[in-house]
């Protein structure tokens, strides 16, 4: 695929998500609440309702990612106020058309922590939307808190802070790699301590505007 053309969808995909979140009508396949911050679980049965519990009707992330990517269309996961733990390792890798996470705001929605193995905490090589939260306290020596890989993979960032996270060999925020595009609008990145610094990018995509470094660290390039 060309740069132009690699270009081009990129701008088609971030429309589409824009107009998502403007309120036009690109509606969802569904939209899932997290309403559950205490623990860290899985959907319990895949059948189109959040719930990581027999009847218990609790939504968690995870469980909400999981039925969201079996969904034929594109999604929207509310985050709800609340920090919301990752202890089972890596969330499930998006793949295809367009997620949207929402938050209510970096002071009000978070996700913290690390996963078992210092596994990257979010990947994806389909579109995704990350709006309104904060993402902290990652820690691993070979992979960011997000990765975005692939032809297909782009990330539309927004209004999000990353706190506290740490890489001893990659960027300590956000890795975009293989042809993965990444746009960034009003971030800000506090105390990374990252190999590449926070943000890492190569071969796709990048635009970041509104983007705010507040005592990074990086042995390599990067930001």
């Not at 506290?164 to 990444?182: F, P, Q, T």
């Amino acid at each position: 695929m060309t740069h132009s053309r690699a270009k081009a969808r990129f701008r088609r995909a971030l429309l589409v998500a824009l107009g998502s979140l403007a309120g036009a009508s690109v509606a969802p396949a569904a939209i899932f609440y997290v309403d559950t911050y205490f623990a860290d679980m899985h959907d319990f049965v895949i059948d189109g309702v959040c719930d990581a519990t027999s009847g218990g009707h609790l939504c968690t992330l995870r469980a909400a990612i999981e039925e969201a990517l079996a969904q034929p269309s594109d999604n929207v996961i509310f985050l709800g106020t609340g920090t919301i733990p990752l202890t089972l390792g890596a969330l499930p890798l998006h793949d295809g058309g367009v997620l949207e996470w929402i938050g209510n705001g970096p002071g009000r929605s978070a996700i913290v922590g690390n996963t078992p193995g210092g596994s990257k905490l979010i990947a994806l090589e389909g579109f995704m939307v990350l709006q309104g939260v904060r993402i902290a306290g990652f820690g691993a020596d070979s992979s960011s808190a997000i990765f975005v890989g692939g032809i297909g993979g782009s990330l539309l960032v927004e209004d999000v802070v990353f706190e506290h996270n740490r890489s001893a060999n990659h960027a300590s925020s956000i890795e975009a790699a293989y042809g993965g595009d990444l746009t960034i609008r009003n971030a800000k990145f506090v105390q990374g301590e990252g190999g590449y610094g926070d943000i890492q990018v190569d071969g796709g995509l990048f635009d970041c505007d509104g983007c705010v470094f507040e005592g990074a660290t990086g042995d390599y390039a990067g930001a």
